[in-house]
Antibody
Framework: EVQLEQSGGEVKKPGESLKISCKTS????????IAWVRQMPGKGLEWMGI????????RYSPSLQGQVSMSVDKSISTAYLHWRSLKASDTAIYFC????????????WGQGTLVTVSS | SSQLTQDPAVSVALGQTVRLTCQGD??????ANWYQQKPGQAPVLVLF???IRPSGIPDRFSGSRSGNTASLTISGAQAEDEADYYC???????????FGGGTKLTVL
């Protein structure tokens, strides 16, 4: 059974760094892209970027380029989303999702991680 | 520009048929995928590619495409179909992905 298990909610201050995780199981981690999707409070889904665990190739949304980074640890089948310096506007729920067969759609999703940035 | 446009809100009477639409230039090249999201939950893929339903999705969900517009049709809407629905596809470059703004479906 394919599963994506995300790390727990975080409360951080502006300027702090953060790394959240997405631990996968039930499939070959290195064969499928992992996307990160943001959902700001009361708003819709926003694609942030995508990483291929096989070679760590990444693509970022032009609107978020440089604000976040994505990485993987193949040894533990886990993808990460990093911030160097959080802003209050980063407050959102962050989902990881697997890009499925043939790269057509996001077929499995994590449960989401709520990140709250407040002074 | 690369974007997908959805109606913000649609309502349907219980048991009736409703069509949700998604417009965008990228849909001339790529099929739309559709996700259902209920409050406090992660999105769930309900339709992808050329009208393909993942395992467990009822056959009352179907899709179509014409020009730059994709549609998700729910035939005989049920109370449990009340949710936000998002369309999604690659942009025209193929390198990045887009989501529509979402449609809030109310089942009356």
């Amino acid at each position: 059974e394919v599963q994506l298990e995300q790390s727990g909610g975080e409360v951080k201050k502006p300027g702090e760094s953060l790394k959240i995780s997405c631990k996968t199981s039930g499939y070959t981690f290195t064969s499928y892209w992992i996307a990160w999707v943001r959902q700001m409070p009361g708003k819709g889904l926003e694609w942030m970027g995508i990483v291929f665990p096989g070679d760590s190739d990444t693509r970022y949304s032009p609107s978020l380029q440089g604000q976040v980074s994505m990485s993987v640890d193949k040894s533990i089948s886990t993808a990460y989303l990093h911030w160097r310096s959080l802003k209050a506007s980063d407050t959102a729920i962050y989902f990881c999702a697997r890009q499925g067969d043939y790269g057509v759609a996001f077929d499995y999703w994590g449960q989401g991680t709520l990140v709250t940035v407040s002074s | 520009s690369s974007q997908l446009t959805q109606d913000p809100a649609v309502s349907v009477a219980l048991g009736q048929t409703v069509r949700l639409t998604c417009q965008g230039d990228s849909l001339r090249s790529y099929y739309a995928n559709w996700y259902q999201q209920k409050p406090g939950q992660a999105p769930v893929l309900v339709l992808f590619g050329k009208n393909i339903r993942p395992s467990g999705i009822p056959d009352r969900f179907s899709g179509s495409r014409s020009g730059n517009t994709a549609s998700l049709t729910i035939s005989g809407a049920q109370a449990e179909d009340e949710a936000d629905y998002y369309c999604n596809s690659r942009d025209t470059s193929g390198d990045i992905w887009l989501f529509g703004g979402g449609t809030k479906l109310t089942v009356l």
